[in-house]
């Protein structure tokens, strides 16, 4: 997987807190480290929202055969901050979001969310990252307390992210009516070719 910008934005924050212990800087290092993971926080809840968003907007205009009155709404009104209003953060499952596409595509996702641990605790993952976000933007930014580590928001960061790579390929699925009934538990997750990406 390539890197994105959270990833980077780990990576010198990793560097700048051993730079800080060999200085022995402790008060500075508790304050980049309660900065930093909420900078975190939010970079990887915004990367999230413009990847889904780009994601719906494709939808749209491949459903639409690239209908540019039908894209520019959706991208304008349906999705454009609304966004937050997709999903239900208090859940542990994305079936809300998934029902605005309809019933059979809920189920599949349900399906597919049961059958396939690692996409259910991507789920899980995303949908926290989502549902902190709010709390942290919602709940005095300066004097919120984030009770995860830098380090267990990343790891929460990167499984939230099989999620978000796993979906379009559904979306595909659903555009070219192929969606292949859920895996038994433990069997692979479909491929590219499976689903029908071109």
């Not at 580590?149 to 099989?162: C, F, M, N, S, V």
């Amino acid at each position: 997987m390539p890197a994105t910008v959270v990833d980077r934005l780990h990576e010198q924050f990793t560097d700048l807190v051993a730079l800080l212990d060999r200085a022995g800087e402790p008060s500075l290092r508790a304050f980049a480290d309660d900065t930093f993971r909420k900078s975190l926080l939010l970079c990887a809840a915004s990367h999230f929202e413009n990847e889904i968003t780009n994601v719906l907007t494709s939808f749209v205009e491949e459903a639409s055969n690239s209908n540019a009155l039908v894209t520019s709404f959706m991208r304008n009104k349906a999705i454009g901050r609304q966004y937050f209003a997709l999903f239900n953060w208090e859940e542990t499952n994305a079936n809300q979001f998934f029902s605005y596409f309809g019933p059979k595509f809920r189920e599949y996702m349900k399906a597919r969310a049961k059958a396939e641990p690692q996409l259910d605790e991507s789920i899980r993952a995303f949908l926290e990252i989502g549902r902190e976000r709010n709390r942290l933007v919602h709940q005095n930014y300066g004097m919120f307390t984030l009770e995860k580590t830098a380090d267990e928001l990343y790891q929460r960061y990167q499984q939230a992210r099989g999620f978000v790579e796993a979906f379009p390929l559904a979306l595909r699925a659903l555009v070219e009516n192929k969606m292949p009934q859920a895996r038994e538990a433990g069997s692979p997750t479909p491929t590219r070719a499976e689903v029908g990406e071109r």
